[in-house]
């Protein structure tokens, strides 16, 4: 555990490697997290699970490429850490994940185009989820900078 956390504050992701994805172990994703710090309860609970549906209001629920992004920017507090747990891959070559060190990101950027980077990191934009799901309908909004420290 300890190396994992070192790995996640070095490079902003920890190690991934095989993990149980039988259904019954659907919540060892939630059981693992749980080591690192408290969980933190938002709209969707401890956790959300990630499938693909037909007719999708969320591209969460999509076999899609998606990319790069921010999870979850119209929450005032959103999760610091999230932790991925693939239970059952989809079947052919969608369901990709990308990741990329944003922090980085921003720091090569506020050297290499610091008036870029204060845009960035001073204009607040307008975030909204709306819509209804399993936990019923819901319109979370908030206000912020694309770059936060």
């Not at 699970?49 to 005032?76: E, I, M, R, S």
């Not at 990329?100 to 934009?125: A, C, I, M, N």
Request: proline share 5%; aromatic share 14%.
């Amino acid at each position: 555990m300890q190396m994992w956390l070192m790995l996640l504050k070095l490079f902003n992701s920890g190690p991934r490697g095989k993990v149980a994805t039988k259904s019954d172990n659907e919540f060892k994703g939630t059981k693992f997290a749980t080591f690192m710090a408290e969980l933190k309860k938002g709209s969707f609970k401890h956790s959300f699970q990630v499938k693909a549906k037909y007719g999708a209001n969320n591209l969460a629920y999509t076999t899609d490429w998606l990319p790069l992004h921010t999870d979850l920017p119209f929450l005032d507090y959103p999760p610091g850490v999230q932790v991925l747990h693939c239970i059952e891959q989809v079947p052919g070559s969608s369901g990709r994940n990308q990741f990329v060190d944003g922090f980085y990101v921003s720091k090569v950027l506020k050297e290499q185009d610091p008036k870029k980077f204060d845009v960035l990191s001073s204009t607040r934009l307008h975030f909204s989820d709306v819509g209804d799901d399993c936990f019923g309908e819901f319109d979370m909004q908030f206000a912020r900078t694309t770059i936060e420290f």
